[in-house]
């Protein structure tokens, strides 16, 4: 069945009390008053009744009529409930969308915080920089008394090898003279029995 169709049978049924039925009364006592040949009385009473039952009827489709009007905005109430819902719904959507995205923020804040903190108890481990700065002046005044130390020493060490040079090449003048001696003495030794001969 059509909804056209539907719409006309509640138009003329309405809800269902019977206003079908007054019609084809009405319809029916209409065919007996134009055929009745009784007295005026008679077809004034029946007239009567079928302004009751005509308007009867007439009271009903004002009601139906009613009562689908109020359907309608019921039905257009509905739609602009469910287009809200829906709206909502995709509202919801994004703000889920944006709690995560916030949680992931926060996780990485988060992370971030933790990684710091461990770093500071790394660094809080350490000396901090004005004390780093005088062991640095400190370990500088030593290397500098070192370094005077080992100029100090390679000054000496230079002395006492031109020292042993000078020592090495006096005890080679040294040697050298004493084996000149000693040939000559030699020679000496030699030549004299020679001389005593003659």
Known sequence: ISDEVIRKRLLIDGDGAGDDRRINVLLKSFTKWCNSPGTPEE???????????????????GKTLMVYDMNLREMENYEKIYTNIEQNITSAHDKIAECKKEIQRAKRIRK???????????????????????????????????????????????????????????????????????????????????????
């Open 43 to 61: 077809g004034f009473t029946q007239y009567q009744r079928m302004l009751g039952i005509l308007a009867q009827c007439e009271s009903s489709m």
């Open 112 to 198: 971030n915080r933790q990684e710091y903190d461990a770093l500071a108890k790394v660094i809080q481990q350490h000396p901090d920089r004005h004390e780093t700065l005088k062991q640095l002046e400190a370990l500088d005044k030593e290397l500098m008394q070192l370094s005077h130390i080992k100029e100090n020493v390679d000054a000496k060490l230079e002395l006492r090898k031109k020292q042993f040079h000078v020592l090495l090449s006096t005890i080679q003048e040294l040697q050298q003279t004493l084996e000149n001696d000693e040939k000559s003495d030699n020679d000496d030794s030699q030549e004299s029995p020679a001389e005593n001969g003659e």
